[in-house]
Each structure stands twice: as structure tokens, then as C-alpha cells.
């Protein structure tokens, strides 16, 4: 890698975590724990790397393992992740919408 | 790297950033997580398809294994045991991470230092996100005991590795095909420094860990896009890094610690002595009859939910008499610490879950300058956050943490089994307060009498 992909990519996560941290900021105490199961579904964005991982692994077994073993993980984040999140939002009801038993 | 591919990924990042921010209201969230999600699928699919060499048997299997297992835990889980899920979740996040790093340094040894450097960081991340979770796991499911778990020289012994860590860190940046078996030898030392660093940690403090672990996962992954040079990655996993550190800092901030303190002091393995007299003193227990005399009276009522609640699976019947309160002309508000629970915002999915509407749930600095007016307040298990010697004793380990004011209410209804102290080991002055009624007994069996009680007077 040359030192200006280096310097790129360094200035990319800059950047990121200040947008993160003025984005998080503004998340309601409330909505804390969809907040981190959302915020692990997210970082199952490994599963990008797994997923190069497990199809360039080639005939070395323990190379298969490790990416086969990555796609597993991660994906159990993403998928679960959501889900999950999903299903607690879909529970948070304003008043007026709440219809009667 | 091909050039359209990574126009996606600019589009991908853009969702996941839409979707933290139409998380900003109860209104908007579902959707934003909805955007999120789509952003992953387009993630995953043009990496699929921009890759044709890929092969894809084992890319299947780890695939549907991995959504198999995803969906049905996702399905089954239930509220009360949320913080464990997502403890286990950012372990393996933080797992995934570290086998790609392992999986570059495997088949191409012979890795430039810059990123040599940067698998030693994600393995390091990512190993201690993933033995550290797993124990936070143990610990919020009780299959471990949540108490602090401290020996002589645990300091010493954590440093001792760190440096160890450093060092065949340098060796391995500066010749990684040369320094194999250094590289196991890190692995080794992460996954104990996960465990060290967490088994110290009492239960009641998990919030903060598991905050701080899913900012660990969020790094581990951004240290991985560095190793893979993708910028996705590294987008991504410093969002969630940002988001966890936040959370970090306002659980420490929620219980006027630092984060030193939680992580290192063992808070909670020792039970300090009661301030003097307060076992001598009385406190005044109350019938659920009683309580629904005060209950039926008050024009307006605040319930204070704790742990308590999640462990007697009390939210349902919670609900149930604020809306019997409500039908009666009684405002009836919930207010929820920010350490109220196993995890940020515990309390508050719990409520939502019994269809409690969130205009509702009230946080602490705008119940307390109301208090005063609120006739009847209702602390249903929680314990150290209404704790007045956090106000005014010095000498508590807790003072100076912001609580819930409920000594300040008319009347206080405390549903509790006994007198017991709460997680910090002290006791209680509120429960010896005049304005102060024990409701001895299971919360929830407490609420269900309570309940009883009005539809009886309705007939």
C-alpha cells in the first residue's frame, strides 16, 4: 500500500467519527438499547471482508475454516441484528396510536 | 479494487449514516434501521458480484449457518434478556474481525508493515471484544456469578501482558513472516487480557461494559478495513466505534464514575458498612390495601422502575395499573434512569414492550425539578438510583451520582423483598424516610395485588 492510500484511508475514519459521534449524540436515551443491537447489526460490515475471505480461500483448509468460520459471525450479527432491532422499534407506540384493549 | 464497486459502498455508507439518523426519534427508528439493512444487503451483493473470482460453496454455507442462527436467536429472545444477547453479538463481531486480519496474514505472510501493524490491532481488538463479551455474557445470564471477581496483583498480572502484547506486536509488524509463532502467542494473550479485564466487573456496572465492547466491535471492524484496505469497513466500524464510546460516557457520567473506576476498582465486591442507625431505625410497611388507598387518591403518580422489574418480569402488570391509574384520572408517568437496568435504555424497551407509549417514559433531569408536584412515586426494583445519600452523605461510595429524586414525591411506595442492600452494598435512607411505605414482596406480585385491588372497587 502507498503512503497516500494510507493517509486516504486515515482521513476517511477521521471523518467518520466525527459524523458518528454528532450522529449518536442526537439519539434519544429511550432508544439506547435499539441503538447498540442496530450498532451491532452495523458492525457486521465485516462480513464484506469474510465474505472475500471465504471465496479467495483456495484448497488451505485452514484458510477455508477462518473465512467460512468470519461469513458465520458476521452474519449472524447482521441478520440478528436486525431482526432484533427491528422487532423492538416496531414496540415503541406513541399515544395517540394506541388503540384500546 | 475496481472503481464502481467502491462507488456502492459510498452509497452503502450513506444508508447506514441516513439510518443512525432517522434513529434521532421513536418515530423515524424503524425506518432508519430499515435503510440500514438495505444498505448491508447492497453491501453484500455488490461484493459478491464485483468479485467474479469468488467462490461461493463456502460463502453459502457460512452464509445460511449464519442467518439460520441470526433470525432464530433474533426471534426468540426474550426483552428482559436483551443485554446478554447483544453482549454475545458484539463477540462475535469482534471474532468475525479478527479471522479476516488472521485469514490476510495466512495466506500472504509476508505483509507490508503498515499492514502488519494493523492486523496486530485488530486481533488485539477483536480478541478482547470477544472473551470480554463472552464473560459479560456469562455474567448478565447468571451463568457466571455476577459478583466482582478480584485476586493479588490482578493489576500487575493485566500490565505485564499489555506490555508482552506490545511487544510482539512491534516483532510482528516488523517481520510478520518471520514471527509466526509470536503471532499465536498474541492471540493467546488477547483472548486472556478479555477475560482479565472484565471478570472484575460487578453485574450492575454491565451497561458500561457492554457499551465499551460494542465500541471494541465497531473498532475491531474498522481495523480490519485497514488490513483489507476497504473503505466501507472503515466507515462503518468507526460509527459504531463513535456510538459505543458515547454510550461509555454517559452510563460513567450517569453514575459520577470514570471509566478507570468502573473498570478497574471491583466497585461492588465488598459490602461496606450501613451508615450508623439506620438498622435501628423503622420502616413503615404498608398492605397492597394501603397502597391502593394512596394510589386511588393521587391526582399524579410516577413509577420508578429498577432491575428489579426485568427480573420479575413485572413491565406487563407495570402497565397494567397505570392504565387503571390513568382511567381513574391519575397522571401517571415512568421515570427511567440512565443506569436503570443491565443496559443503555433496558428499562425503557422493557416498557415498550408492555405497550407502554413512549411520550411516557420520562428521563431523570425532567422528572426531578417536577417531583415536588407528583403525589405518589412507585419504585418498582430499582435501589441505588433514588438512593438520597448520593445527595447529601459525603461519605457514600455513590455520592455525588444523580438519582431520581422520589424522596421529594408526597408519598413514596417502595415494592421491594426485603431491606436489603442494593448493588453498591449500602444501605438505603429512603426506606426509613416519613413520607416513605415499604410494599413488601415479589414487584410483580405486588403490582398484580395492587391491580386486583382496583378492578375490585370497580366491581
Known amino acids: ?101 | 479494487m475496481n472503481g464502481p464497486l467502491q462507488f456502492v459502498y459510498i452509497l452503502c455508507a450513506f444508508l447506514f449514516i441516513l439510518g443512525l439518523k432517522l434513529l434521532s426519534s421513536p418515530a423515524t427508528a424503524r425506518k432508519g434501521n430499515l435503510l440500514s439493512s438495505l444498505g448491508m444487503l447492497l453491501a453484500v451483493i455488490v461484493t459478491l458480484l464485483g468479485n467474479k473470482t469468488l467462490e461461493l460453496q463456502w460463502i453459502v454455507v457460512g452464509l445460511a449457518a449464519g442467518a439460520i442462527v441470526g433470525a432464530t436467536a433474533a426471534r426468540m429472545v426474550a426483552m428482559t434478556s436483551m443485554p446478554e444477547m447483544v453482549a454475545l453479538f458484539n463477540g462475535f463481531g469482534g471474532l468475525a474481525s479478527l479471522l479476516v486480519a488472521w485469514f490476510e496474514y495466512r495466506t500472504s505472510p509476508d505483509l507490508i508493515a503498515f499492514t502488519a501493524g494493523t492486523v496486530f490491532v485488530s486481533v488485539l481488538i477483536g480478541g478482547v471484544t470477544f472473551t470480554g463479551s463472552l464473560i459479560a455474557w456469562g455474567k448478565l445470564s447468571e451463568r457466571i456469578s455476577g459478583k466482582p471477581v478480584l485476586f493479588p496483583g490482578q493489576h500487575l498480572v493485566n500490565i505485564l501482558i499489555v506490555l508482552t502484547l506490545i511487544v510482539g506486536g512491534v516483532m510482528f509488524t516488523l517481520s510478520p513472516a518471520a514471527n509466526e509463532p509470536v503471532f499465536y502467542g498474541i492471540l493467546g494473550l488477547t483472548a486472556l487480557l478479555g477475560v482479565l479485564l472484565v471478570i472484575p466487573i460487578g453485574g450492575a456496572d454491565m451497561p458500561v461494559v457492554i457499551s465499551l465492547l460494542n465500541s471494541y466491535s465497531g473498532l475491531a471492524a474498522c481495523a480490519t478495513g485497514f488490513v483489507i484496505q476497504n473503505t466501507v469497513l472503515i466507515v462503518t466500524g468507526s460509527l459504531v466505534g463513535a456510538s459505543g464510546i458515547i454510550l461509555t460516557r454517559i452510563m460513567c457520567k450517569a453514575m459520577n464514575r470514570s471509566l478507570a473506576n468502573v473498570l478497574f476498582s471491583g466497585f461492588g465486591s465488598t459490602i461496606s458498612s450501613v451508615k450508623g442507625g439506620a438498622e435501628q431505625r423503622e420502616a413503615r410497611s404498608v398492605t397492597a390495601e394501603d397502597a391502593y388507598v394512596m394510589l386511588e387518591a393521587a391526582r399524579s403518580v410516577a413509577f420508578v422502575p429498577g432491575y428489579g422489574l426485568a427480573v420479575a418480569q413485572a413491565q406487563h402488570a407495570a402497565r397494567e395499573l397505570g392504565d387503571l391509574l390513568e382511567a381513574n384520572g391519575t397522571e401517571v408517568r415512568y421515570a427511567i434512569h440512565p443506569v436503570a437496568g443491565r443496559m443503555p435504555g433496558h428499562m425503557n424497551v422493557l416498557l415498550a414492550e408492555a405497550n407502554v407509549p413512549y411520550d411516557q417514559l420520562v428521563e431523570m433531569d425532567a422528572i426531578n425539578p417536577v417531583m415536588s408536584t407528583i403525589d405518589v412515586c412507585v419504585i418498582i426494583g430499582a435501589n441505588d438510583v433514588v438512593n438520597p445519600a448520593a445527595l447529601d452523605d459525603e461519605s457514600s461510595p455513590i455520592y455525588g451520582m444523580p438519582i431520581i429524586e422520589a424522596h421529594r414525591a408526597g408519598t413514596v411506595i417502595i415494592m421491594k423483598r426485603s431491606l436489603g442492600a442494593g448493588f453498591a452494598g449500602i444501605g438505603n435512607d429512603l426506606f426509613f424516610k416519613d413520607n416513605s411505605r415499604m410494599l413488601f414482596g415479589d414487584a410483580k406480585a405486588s403490582l398484580q395485588a395492587l391491580v386486583a385491588e382496583f378492578k375490585d372497587a370497580q366491581g
Open chain 1, 1 to 101: 500500500m502507498s503512503a497516500e492510500t494510507a493517509v486516504l484511508l486515515a482521513f476517511i475514519f477521521m471523518l467518520a467519527v466525527v459524523a458518528g459521534f454528532e450522529l449518536i449524540a442526537k439519539v434519544p436515551s429511550t432508544l439506547h438499547t435499539p441503538l447498540m443491537s442496530g450498532s451491532n447489526a452495523i458492525s457486521g460490515i465485516t462480513l464484506v471482508g469474510a465474505l472475500l475471505a471465504a471465496g479467495t480461500a483456495g484448497d488451505d483448509r485452514v484458510a477455508v475454516a477462518l473465512g467460512v468460520l468470519a461469513v458465520a459471525l458476521a452474519s449472524i450479527n447482521v441478520v440478528g441484528g436486525y431482526l432484533v432491532t427491528d422487532r423492538m422499534l416496531e414496540m415503541f407506540k406513541k399515544k395517540e396510536r394506541k388503540d384500546g384493549k
